[in-house]
Each structure stands twice: as structure tokens, then as C-alpha cells.
């Protein structure tokens, strides 16, 4: 089925601890990102990729890192959680050309 | 000032009235605009895209786009239960993947 899968479906998390959430789409996107939901604040971009192999910061990326080895995954690295860090997490894709971003089904986060 | 600005709500209705939700924006230069439904406990999911000023319609949704006044709005016809969501409006100019979103406006809709 093409689309966007994400994992873990939810995670608790001591602080301190390091996670990735992983993100593959199968539809060849090319632009891929990562977002934060939280409630009265919406969705916050935290990195996105043009490309393979290219990476940039969004609005809120600090805590966090990702990389794009290849042009389906995108993962998304917590490397020291806090519990600030607790929140809703999507991935999101779009084709070259096109402005549809689709979705992920998220990952929801808490950290303790 | 937020780029992008949404009433929250919730919006409650009852079953087939016409819901407004609408989106203010101070950017000047946004010229792609959507409008996302998002169910609880789901990813968004892409309902209506409309490029610059004016009117789309999709069944019993409109998309109205009025970029002299900075302003989106999404109508809703027959409204049904199954429209409770929340929806998200985004913007984007034109060369850039970088949408900006909107808070979020909370849709209930009453059997």
C-alpha cells in the first residue's frame, strides 16, 4: 500500500535516553519533513529534506537531528530526550513539483 | 505575530448547517493555500489546494482565497457528523517545500 509509515505508533521515554522514530514512504517523494504537534501550537516544522542526501533546520530543531541516506527513509533522532520533547510527531512527503504534502500516521511521544 | 492565524474553537453545529472556518495570514508572498482535515489520533489529510485568489469547490466544500485582504476561508454545506475534525489550514509561497500551518480549528458536528 503506498503511503507513509511511521514507527513506533507511541513510545515512553525516560529522559536522558536517545530514540529515533523512523519514517519510509514508498512513493518516491523527494521533499520529505518531520513535524511536531502540539495543542494551541499546532504543527511545527523541525527538519526537512529537499532530496537525498540533503537536510535542512525547520522552525524548531534544536534536540533534534535526522539524516537522508536514501530517498524513502527519514529518520529522526533524539539524542538526549527531555520532557519538553513530549509531543506528537509526523512525517510528512511530497513529490517534486506538486505542493500536496501527505502525511504519516505519527508518532506520539511522552518523555518522563 | 504569527504568520498564520486560526481561532482554535471548538466549533459546535448541528447536523446541515453551512460551517465557516477561516485563516488570517500576514505574509504577502503565500500564493498556495490548503486546507487539511485531521481526525483524532490521525495524520492530516490533504481536503482542498487552491493557488492565488478566488473560489474552488469540491462537493460540499468551498475553498475561498481573498489575497487582497490576507484571508482564507473554508465552507462546509449539509454538514455531517462525520466532518467532526479538526481543520488546518497551510500556505506556502512559490520556490519552497516550507508550509506554514495554521493552530488548527476544532469541528464538531451534532447528530
Known amino acids: 500500500i503506498a503511503g507513509i509509515t511511521q514507527a513506533p505508533t507511541s513510545q515512553i521515554l525516560a529522559a536522558g535516553r536517545r530514540m529515533t522514530l523512523r519514517c519510509t514512504q514508498d512513493m518516491r517523494h523527494n521533499a520529505m519533513y518531520w513535524y511536531r504537534q502540539d495543542l494551541g501550537l499546532g504543527l511545527r516544522l523541525i527538519h526537512y529534506?529537499?532530496?537525498?542526501?540533503?537536510?535542512g533546520k525547520g522552525e524548531v530543531p534544536d534536540g533534534y537531528s535526522v539524516s537522508r541516506a536514501n530517498t524513502d527513509d527519514f529518520p529522526l533522532t533524539l539524542a538526549s530526550a527531555v520532557p519538553s520533547q513530549t509531543s506528537v510527531y509526523f512525517c510528512a512527503s511530497t513529490r517534486e513539483g506538486d505542493s500536496e504534502q501527505f502525511f504519516g500516521p505519527g508518532t506520539r511521544l511522552t518523555v518522563l | 505575530q504569527k504568520e498564520v492565524e486560526q481561532d482554535p474553537g471548538p466549533l459546535s453545529v448541528p447536523e446541515g448547517a453551512i460551517v465557516s472556518l477561516n485563516c488570517t495570514y500576514s505574509n504577502s508572498a503565500f500564493q498556495y493555500f490548503m486546507w487539511y482535515r485531521q481526525y483524532s489520533r490521525k495524520g492530516p489529510e490533504l481536503l482542498m489546494y487552491t493557488y492565488s485568489s478566488g473560489n474552488k469547490e469540491d462537493g460540499r466544500f468551498t475553498a475561498q482565497v481573498d489575497k487582497s485582504s490576507k484571508y482564507i476561508s473554508l465552507f462546509i454545506r449539509d454538514s455531517q457528523p462525520s466532518d467532526s475534525a479538526t481543520y488546518l489550514c497551510?500556505?506556502?509561497?512559490?520556490?519552497?517545500?516550507?508550509?506554514?500551518f495554521g493552530t488548527g480549528t476544532r469541528l464538531k458536528v451534532l447528530a
Open positions: 529534506s529537499n532530496t537525498a542526501g540533503t537536510t
Open positions: 497551510a500556505m506556502t509561497p512559490p520556490g519552497t517545500y516550507k508550509y506554514i
